[in-house]
Structure formats: structure tokens, C-alpha cells
């Protein structure tokens, strides 16, 4: 089946894959307590609406890091949300940095 698919759908697939990874491991933490108790995030549809878009957005990094390798793939992955984190603390800083400076034009008469 996969001989038939696109080199660039494996390595998508791959990505998705290390995103789902990580959810699989935080349920093997869960079933391995004394006492099991699922987190209320699994009870709630909002989060599988949110995890699912994740795992496009893995496979997506994967694309756009032209990636051709399966393990790199997975690890970015299975790294998206510290990425997607870290990217977005990036732009909020440059944005408010930009806001900052133009407020100061402004109060100094430009």
C-alpha cells in the first residue's frame, strides 16, 4: 500500500504519526497508575476536534520542512506543539515589540 503513495503523503503520514504518538503515550501513563482516571479532556469533543487538527498540522511541518526522512518526520511530529508554541510566543513578542515602537513615534511627534 505504501509503495503507492507519494514519497511526500509517507512522509505526512510519518508526521501524523508522531503526533499521535504522544497522545498514545500520555494514555500509557494513564493505565499505568494504581488507580485509573481518565482526564476530562478525553470526555470532552472539543479536545478531539483540537488533537485532530494537531495531527494535520504535524503532518503539514513535515511538508514544509521538505523532509524525506520517516524518524525526523515523526519526531517533528511528535514536536508540534512546543514548534506551533514557541512559534507563536515568537510573532506575539516581534508584534508587540512593533506596537511598542509605534507608540513611541506617535507620543514623540513621530
Known sequence: MISHMSPQM??????CAGSISVEIINLYSVYQQ??????D???RVGYYIVRFFLVIMAGGLTLAYKLDNPLLALNIGAATPVLIQTFAKGVTAATE???GRGTEHAS???
Open 97 to 99: 515589540r512593533t506596537i
Open 10 to 15: 509517507v512522509i505526512f503520514l510519518w508526521g
Open 34 to 39: 494504581d488507580k485509573i482516571s481518565m482526564p
Open 108 to 110: 514623540q511627534g513621530g
Open 41 to 43: 479532556r478525553y470526555k
